[in-house]
């Protein structure tokens, strides 16, 4: 055993220690959680991967930064919630080695709390002072005709609105790595920006329905009775509804906006939750510890949601993350068939609608393309989903 | 029977099950009290209604289906059946503890004994967290673990039966209860450890003058530890008494018949006398007296088969509930 393994058994091996250990295991898990981290990396810094504007040009001998000053204030927010997530796993990472257990929870919680108010604080101030700026000046017409010098620009020099008709479905060349759509917009730009809108739909919309699910399966779970029975008739009568056609219907009616398809999602797809929390808590409320925890005069909230939730939560956790891949399917879908966001806002689904043109051509790279990235990436969510169900498994939950 | 002796006392408690194949009557009509920093022994066979009898002290019957129907549990002075959810819980873990029978299952496996102890002192007393971490490594160490501050941060799972038993016991005693409830704390340990957790009681009843309600189906454990007894069957209490009368001179025909069936030093000759038929369903109850079908004095008794007798107080100190006990008549 190495030193630090020894270390850390001192400590105490926490459940979560022992399913990430198993987690590990597999090669296949590690690749695809490293694709689902460099999926987040290239959302988050998809203004620097893609972006008509050069980082650095030098005009009429003075310098300027226009990708800086061209960055909207949803761009900072993306930077900052990035910026505090990671630096709050770090200080997680340090926890687990430097703090002594017994304050781990209480300084946990703080760095939490002051996390989130950073953010909170941090959303407001640059709603407020970054100023909405439109940069239309054509930075490479500049440089062509001589009027600029020593432009650096980012791999992708386009940008996503980026209307071009006379390069308008040209397969992938050169300049255009995977293409060009039917208004000359670059196909790999258009993509780098969509996981945007995928990966916030997939968390948004199950960030949604795990909080409905959990509260109402707990309350039926810990009540059962009559409360249980009415619950359950009324979840039943959710799932009897077909998800889709519901959301097809919904959106119609509804302005299409982002937020909004998010919110569709969330509230629709609870059901499952809901369902294997019940369950859970039903088991759990007869266990000794959850009566241990009565007896001791835990207030109720503490009992559902300190004690017996984490117990349970395995279940939601795994379905969470096929949450995650459904939510991107359903919300490529409805792009396809033309209810997602509207453009220029690019999105995966939409994309793929456009492969077969106006003209009746069939665009074999915007077919291709998107097509790949929604299979990777709902593929990515599902191994992972079942390399967590696998790790979960109550085997290990000790005895 | 409220002087200043008595920390508990339980009048005519009734708790019933409104189940979807009947009402299970599990604790009827039950009476007993307890006094300061004595041990009360409950005894009886499996299902006669003792852990009901505790859980109905705690207030802690699921409801539905169990319901509380009628008596009294004066504690402190006060009726716990009349306070309101927010007044038990103040008196839940803070002046009455209780421990459960199966170690393994209650500690919550995702926190660490530390963490869980400091919940419980922090519920109750005003402590920072650092006080009542040093408080969970004192009481861990007053339960006889070895090496506190090391196995404050230990989970649930790195721990052995009996280990576990002494955290509940660490837990249950963090606010110095008046009352602890002990049901059944050593039945799912060995005998060795069985024996140490009892010792580990005694010796924390000695220090801080509790009380302990011992429910236990284990007579010899009666014998040797408890002040006062009362024997059940039947979702009733059959007989209360000192525990050293008792064992000297059984009243009730059920105590007679499960005195006779401990085993004892000397007498291993002879064959281990049980008690014949079974313990009666609480849906099914017989007529009469519950234990008459059972019973060798009076199952052919008119009186027997069909009035249910109460308990009474036949001679100072010696409550019985029998036809048959001498003095016994009903007033
Ligand atoms: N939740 C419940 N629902 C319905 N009936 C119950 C419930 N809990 C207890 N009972 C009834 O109460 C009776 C007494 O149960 P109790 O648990 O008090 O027995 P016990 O004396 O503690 O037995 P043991 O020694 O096995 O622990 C049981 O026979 C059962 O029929
Ligand atoms: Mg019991």
């Given amino acids: 055993m190495s030193k630090q393994a020894k270390k850390k058994a001192n400590w105490g091996v926490s459940y979560g220690e022992m399913v990430s250990h198993e987690f590990v295991k597999s090669k296949l898990n590690v690749v695809c959680l490293v694709f689902i981290v460099f999926l987040f990396a290239v959302a988050v810094l998809a203004p620097f991967l893609a972006n008509d504007k050069p980082f650095v040009i030098r005009i009429d001998g003075q310098l300027h930064f226009p990708v800086f000053k061209s960055l909207r204030a949803s761009d900072y927010c993306i930077f900052l919630a990035a910026i505090v997530g990671i630096v709050q796993l770090l200080l997680i990472r340090r926890n687990r080695r430097r703090v002594d257990p017994s304050i781990r929870g209480a300084v946990l919680w703080r760095q939490i709390c002051i996390s989130s108010s950073i953010i909170f604080v941090g959303v407001i101030l640059i709603f407020v002072f970054v100023p909405r700026r439109l940069d239309a000046t054509d930075y490479k017409a500049m440089v062509a005709s001589g009027r600029a010098s020593g432009a650096v620009f980012a791999p992708i020099p386009y940008g996503y609105a980026r209307t071009d008709l006379k390069s308008r479905e040209q397969p992938p060349s050169r300049e255009h790595w995977l293409g060009t759509d039917d208004v000359g917009s670059d196909v790999l730009c258009r993509l780098i920006y969509g996981s945007r809108i995928s990966l916030s739909v997939g968390f948004v919309a199950v960030g949604i329905s795990s909080v409905i699910g959990i509260a109402v399966g707990a309350i039926l779970g810990y009540f059962g009775g009559k409360v249980d029975f009415i619950g359950m008739r009324i979840v039943e009568m959710m799932m009897a509804i077909p998800v889709f056609f519901l959301i097809i219907t919904i959106v119609a009616f509804f302005p299409r906006s982002l937020l909004n398809i998010m919110i569709i999602i969330g509230i629709t797809s609870w059901t499952g939750d809901a369902r294997f929390i019940r369950a859970e808590f039903f088991k759990l409320r007869k266990q000794d510890f959850v009566q241990a925890a009565v007896s001791l005069g835990l207030p109720l909230r503490s009992i559902l949601f300190r004690h017996m939730l984490p117990n349970g939560i395995a279940p939601v956790l795994v379905n969470a993350t096929f949450g995650i891949a459904g939510a991107i399917f359903i919300e490529a879908a409805l792009s396809f068939l033309g209810f997602g966001v509207a453009p220029p806002t690019p999105s995966w689904g939409q994309m793929l609608s456009l492969g077969v043109s106006t003209t009746g051509r069939f665009l074999w790279w915007l077919t291709l393309f998107p097509g790949l990235a929604i299979f990777f990436t709902v593929m990515a969510y599902n191994l992972v989903g079942e390399a967590l169900r696998d790790a979960l498994d109550p085997k290990l939950r000790i005895q | ?331």
């Fill in chain 2, 1 to 331: 029977m409220n002087d200043n002796q008595t920390l508990l006392s339980v009048e005519n408690v009734s708790t019933h099950f409104f189940t979807e194949d009947g009402v299970a009557r599990a604790v009827q009509d039950v009476s007993f009290s307890i006094k300061k920093a004595k041990t009360f022994a409950l005894v009886g066979e499996s299902g006669c209604g003792k852990s009901v009898t505790a859980l109905s002290i705690m207030r802690l019957i699921p409801t539905p289906p169990g319901q509380i129907v009628g008596g009294n549990i004066v504690f402190e002075g006060r009726n716990l059946l009349t306070l309101s959810e927010k007044q038990i819980r103040q008196v839940r873990g803070n002046r009455i503890a209780m421990i459960f029978q199966e170690p393994m299952t209650s500690l919550n496996p995702v926190y660490t004994v530390g963490n869980q102890i400091v919940e419980a002192i922090r519920l109750h007393q005003k402590k920072s967290i650092r006080d009542a971490w040093k408080d969970a490594a004192e009481t861990l160490r007053k339960v006889g673990i070895a090496d506190p501050e090391q196995r404050v941060s230990e989970y649930p799972h790195q721990m052995s039966g009996g280990m576990r038993q002494r955290v509940m016991i660490a837990m249950a005693v963090s606010c110095e209860p008046r009352l602890l409830i002990a049901d059944e704390p050593t039945t799912a340990l060995d005998v060795t450890i069985q024996a140490q957790i009892l010792d580990l009681l005694d010796e924390l009843q000695k220090q801080n003058g509790m009380s302990i309600l011992l429910i236990t189906h284990d007579l010899g454990v009666v014998a040797e530890r408890a002040d006062d007894v009362a024997v059940m069957y039947a979702s009733r209490i059959v007989e209360v008494a000192d525990s050293q009368k008792l064992f000297a001179e059984p009243l009730h025909p059920y105590t007679q018949g499960l005195l006779k069936s401990l085993p004892r030093l000397g007498l291993s000759a002879k064959r281990l006398q049980t008690i014949s038929g079974t313990v009666p369903d609480p849906l099914h109850f017989p007529g009469g007296c519950k234990f008459h079908p059972r019973c060798c004095v009076g199952c052919s008794d008119k009186r027997c088969q069909t009035v249910e007798p109460r308990l009474m107080e036949v001679r100072s100190g010696r409550h019985v509930a029998c036809w048959y006990a001498k003095g016994y008549e009903e007033k």
